[in-house]
T-cell receptor
């Protein structure tokens, strides 16, 4: 059953546009993540938040900005998208720490034309 | 940071045979090693994990082995079935790098009936 909800499922846009993705988890977790999965299926962490605080901020372009209003919600905004941003963006959540099970959403597939 | 190498990238086996996937990591402080399965069009799901206080763990046709000295861990699927066909990802995290799970590059497993 799904407990990490992402919207939208798909988004097609043009270079230079701004996009926003939303994620909500109903598992009571206190840590949330954004992962990027490219066309080769590589999973790369982008950000993680613990109780609304940014904990991990990998080397991603500055046009990416996460936002968290509370521990159940984590959004991702991309200003001025580039073709290389085309990917599936997976949101995940877990309890505190680096050794807890991640629950993933079904992802938002972004296509930049 | 942590780097996780995973081999092979593609694995094709006959139904009923076993399949093995190997991963190596760099950070000697890594202490948690989960394995995720991702079926086509689906999100990654945890199938088994092992912590650094164990060398072997087995559950429902899955065996994971951990060699901390060699910084190597592996997944063995016994008696493979067509339903085992999927992408498999190993991952590692360290308590001193909390909130950050680093994934391997993935193995595409195909089980021929």
């Amino acid at each position: 059953e799904t407990a990490v909800f992402q919207t939208p499922n798909y988004h097609v846009t043009q270079v230079g546009n701004e996009v926003s993705f939303n994620c909500k988890q109903t598992l009571g977790h206190d840590t949330m993540y954004w992962y990027k999965q490219d066309s080769k299926k590589l999973l790369k962490i982008m950000f993680s938040y613990n109780n609304k605080q940014l904990i991990v901020n990998e080397t991603v372009p500055r046009r990416f900005s996460p936002q968290s209003s509370d521990k159940a919600h984590l959004n991702l905004r991309i200003k001025s998208v580039e073709p290389e941003d085309s990917a599936v963006y997976l949101c995940a959540s877990s309890f505190t720490g680096g050794s807890e099970r991640l629950f993933f959403g079904h992802g938002t597939k972004l296509s930049v034309l | 940071g942590e780097q996780v190498e995973q081999l092979p990238s593609i694995l094709r086996v006959q139904e009923g045979s076993s399949a093995s996937i190997n991963c190596t990591y760099e950070n000697s402080a890594s202490n948690y090693f989960p394995w995720y399965k991702q079926e086509p069009g689906e999100n990654p799901k945890l199938i088994i994990d092992i912590r650094s206080n164990m060398e072997r763990k087995q559950t429902q046709g899955l065996i994971v082995l951990l060699d901390k000295k060699a910084k190597r861990f592996s997944l063995h699927i016994t008696d493979t079935q067509p339903g085992d066909s999927a992408m498999y990802f190993c991952a590692a995290s360290a308590s001193n790098m909390g909130y950050k799970l680093t994934f391997g590059t993935g193995t595409s497993l195909l089980v021929d009936p």
